[in-house]
């Protein structure tokens, strides 16, 4: 059986201290990672859905 390579952190490169945090080394790699998503500084590529949502007039 051959030896599993230890992945690096995706922000910062180090090996991961914590398994709960994998992929990243711990929980400040894991939320720099989330407020990138949320700042769209990360994105899926593909089209917009220009399609509106529906408006029934109840809400």
């Known amino acids: 059986m ?3 390579a230890m992945a690096t952190c995706p922000n910062c490169r180090r090996q991961p201290a914590d398994p709960k ?9 894991a939320d ?3 407020q ?10 593909g089209p ?3 399609t509106p949502p ?3 007039g109840e809400g």
Do not use: H
């Open 54 to 56: 529906d408006d029934d």
């Open 2 to 4: 051959k030896a599993e």
């Open 21 to 29: 945090y994998k992929p990243f080394c711990s929980k400040r790699c």
């Open 36 to 45: 990138r998503w949320f700042t769209g500084g990360y994105v899926i590529p």
């Open 32 to 34: 720099v990672d989330l």
């Open 48 to 50: 917009l859905d220009e």
